[in-house]
């Protein structure tokens, strides 16, 4: 079966602009979360939808944000981007409930902000 | 709250073994554990529940002390296949219909011939 697709998978922004990354997950999975991978410091949680609601959120600012659609496929958007924002940022899908076969994650998306 | 890995790093000989522990502050339900290799997506290892149980997979098994709120990821055996970073994700809430992992930083675990 196909896996989480993430796209694009490279992106190069200027400082001020704002992105949108789009995550569609594993056919039958309904919860999408969303991580900001950087060196050192793991994988930090941004949001995680269920059903197109968001249930959890991160400690990121105001600026990123996100959606869930009826077909459970996600965006993540980023608003007047800063040089931090620099990521690999990753999104992983899995059924509801517990997970017990674990997230499936996508390739990410490298994001670069210059 | 992030859970705390140790080591960061570790380098291996094949066919030695390595441990690699997971501890949080909080109570913890489940722990997940993933591993990376370079350029790639995490992978899911396995998950072990609140109830102090002991998975396998191959020769890559974990244990979970909730009362303590650690894991510990065992690798015996160590092939050139294990290198990579290895994450455990820990659920602090309730599990069920409210699920959300948090991640630790991760340990590099290189092996070499």
């Known amino acids: 079966k196909a896996g989480v697709t993430q796209t694009p998978r490279y992106l190069i922004k200027t400082r001020g602009q704002q992105v949108t990354l789009s995550c569609s997950p594993i056919s039958g999975h309904r919860s999408v979360s969303w991580y900001q991978q950087t060196p050192g410091q793991g994988l930090q949680f941004l949001f995680e939808?269920?059903?197109?609601?968001?249930?959890n959120k991160g400690n990121f600012p105001g600026r990123f944000s996100g959606r869930q659609f009826s077909n459970s496929r996600s965006e993540m958007n980023v608003s007047t981007l800063e040089l931090g924002d620099s990521a690999l940022y990753l999104c992983?899908?899995?059924?509801?409930?517990?997970?017990?076969?674990?997230?499936?994650f996508g390739s990410g998306t490298r994001l670069t902000v210059v | 709250q992030q859970p705390v890995q140790s080591p960061q790093a570790v380098i291996l000989r094949e066919g030695e073994d390595a441990v690699i522990n997971c501890s949080s502050s909080?109570?913890?339900?489940?722990v997940h554990w993933y591993r990376q290799k370079h350029g790639e997506a995490p992978v899911f290892l396995m998950i072990?529940?609140?109830?102090?149980e002991q998975k396998g997979h191959d020769k890559i098994s974990a244990s979970f002390n909730e009362k303590k709120q650690q894991s510990s990821l065992y690798l015996t055996a160590s092939q050139l296949s294990y290198s990579g970073t290895y994450f455990c994700g820990t659920d602090q809430n309730s599990g069920g219909s409210n699920y959300k992992l948090t991640f630790g930083k991760g340990t590099l675990l290189t092996v070499n011939p």
């Open positions: 072990l529940l609140k109830g102090g």
């Open positions: 992983a899908s899995f059924p509801g409930g517990v997970p017990l076969s674990g997230y499936t």
């Open positions: 939808y269920f059903s197109e609601t968001q249930r």
């Open positions: 909080k109570a913890l339900y489940s």
